[in-house]
């Protein structure tokens, strides 16, 4: 007999600058972000990897974006898995910008080093 698991469960953390995939109430994964004006800048995602191979980051970044959409902000993906999720997902291209070079001199500056 086998138990049967929650479901993953993803949240916005604001005080954090992430999105964060829960499993049982443990964080499994985030993708961090910075707010610019209204863009979204996504810079890092991470599943942890006592959760790697369930399909989180693909779940995590899917509700992200659904997120970034329903809040009006654009998105931009300097986090290689997101550019890579948005790769195959083009309904999000309506409301995806550029990298650009301005973008990442501004990320410099908000992170900590």
């Known amino acids: 007999m086998t138990q049967d698991a929650a479901a993953p469960t993803v949240e916005r ?28 800048v996504f ?15 693909p ?12 809040s009006g902000k654009r998105i931009v993906p300097v986090c290689p898995y997101v550019a890579k999720f948005l790769e ?5 291209a309506d409301i995806t910008d550029p990298v650009t070079p301005e973008v990442l001199e501004w990320l410099r500056t908000v992170l900590p080093q």
């Open 59 to 70: 779940l995590l970044v899917q509700h992200a974006l659904t997120d970034v959409r329903t």
């Open 88 to 92: 195959k997902h083009g309904e999000f």
């Open 43 to 57: 810079y890092h995602t991470e599943i942890s990897d006592a959760f790697a191979g369930r399909g989180l980051a």
């Open 13 to 40: 953390a604001d005080a954090r600058h992430q999105y964060e995939v829960l499993v049982d109430g443990e964080t499994a994964g985030f993708t961090a972000y910075r707010d610019r004006d209204e863009q979204r």
